[in-house]
C-alpha cells in the first residue's frame, strides 16, 4: 500500500525515516511582517516498559503579516519546524502528527492549554480533542476564549478496495530515529478580534513489544497580533 503525504495540498516525498514538507506558500514581502524565532527543546518520557523517548524540535520559526482580508480580524502566519523523535531500544513503530494550537483571548502562557512549553504529556493530559475541536485544516474561525488544533500532517494512500484515504499520521517503522519537518505551512485566523496566540504541537505514538503511548510535545506560544 502507497502512501503520499501531503502538507497544505503539496506532496513531500518520504525517504527512509525522514519526511520533509515545503509548502508553495510564500509570506509576501510586507513592511508590517513580524519574524518570530523560537527557541530549540528537547524532553525525554519514559514508557511503561522502561523505554526512553526524547522529543526534539528545532529550527522552529514564524512569519506573521497581515492576511488577505485587510482588516483587524483577519491574520496570516507561514510556519516551519523541524522534529525528531528517538527511541532507546527500536519499537514496532513511531507515528507522528505535528501541527499548532490556536487560541482567541486564551492565555497559553499559563499552562491552561498544552502544558508548559516543552512539556511532554501522556494523551490523557491538558489537551484534548474533544476541548480543542482539532482538524485538518490551517484556516481557523475562532471567537474569544476559544481555542482550536490543527495538524499539518496528510498522507494520502489507496484503501483496501483501491479508493483515496488519508491518515493525519506519519509512520515509520524499523528504526529507532523518526524525523519531521515542514516550511512555510499556513496558519489563517479569522473572526478573532483581541490578540491571538499560536503555539507547536507535536503527538507522537510509539508502540513498542510491550507498551503503546502517545505523547503530546508543546511548543512555546507566540502572538499573531
Not at 51 to 69: F, K
Not at 159 to 186: C, I
Request: glycine fraction near 14%.
Amino acid at each position: 500500500m502507497t502512501k503520499r503525504f501531503k502538507s497544505a495540498a503539496v506532496a513531500a516525498a518520504v525517504a527512509g525515516s525522514v519526511v520533509a514538507v515545503s509548502s508553495v506558500l510564500l509570506a509576501p514581502a510586507a513592511s508590517a511582517d513580524v519574524k518570530v524565532v523560537l527557541p530549540a527543546q528537547k524532553q525525554t518520557k519514559k514508557l511503561g516498559d522502561g523505554t526512553v523517548i526524547t522529543v526534539a524540535r528545532s529550527g522552529e520559526r514564524a512569519t506573521i503579516n497581515p492576511s488577505m482580508g485587510g482588516t483587524p480580524l483577519h491574520r496570516n502566519a507561514w510556519v516551519s519546524g523541524k522534529y525528531r523523535v528517538t527511541s532507546s531500544n527500536e519499537p514496532k513503530k513511531i507515528e507522528i502528527q505535528a501541527g499548532y494550537i490556536v487560541g482567541c483571548q486564551v492565555n497559553f502562557g499559563g499552562g491552561t492549554i498544552g502544558g508548559g512549553a516543552g512539556a511532554v504529556g501522556l494523551s490523557d493530559g491538558n489537551v484534548d480533542e474533544e476541548d480543542l475541536g482539532v482538524g485538518g485544516s490551517g484556516t481557523l474561525t475562532l471567537g474569544p476564549g476559544q481555542a482550536q488544533g490543527f495538524f499539518i500532517n496528510d498522507v494520502e494512500y489507496a484503501d483496501d478496495f483501491g479508493s483515496d484515504a488519508h491518515d493525519p499520521y506519519v509512520t515509520y517503522t524499523e528504526t529507532k530515529s523518526a524525523r519531521l519537518s515542514y516550511v512555510n505551512s499556513q496558519i489563517g485566523l479569522r473572526g478573532c478580534a483581541g490578540y491571538a496566540q499560536a503555539r507547536s504541537w507535536l503527538r507522537a505514538l510509539v508502540e513498542t513489544e510491550f507498551a503503546v503511548e502517545t505523547l503530546n510535545f508543546y511548543g512555546r506560544p507566540f502572538s499573531l497580533g
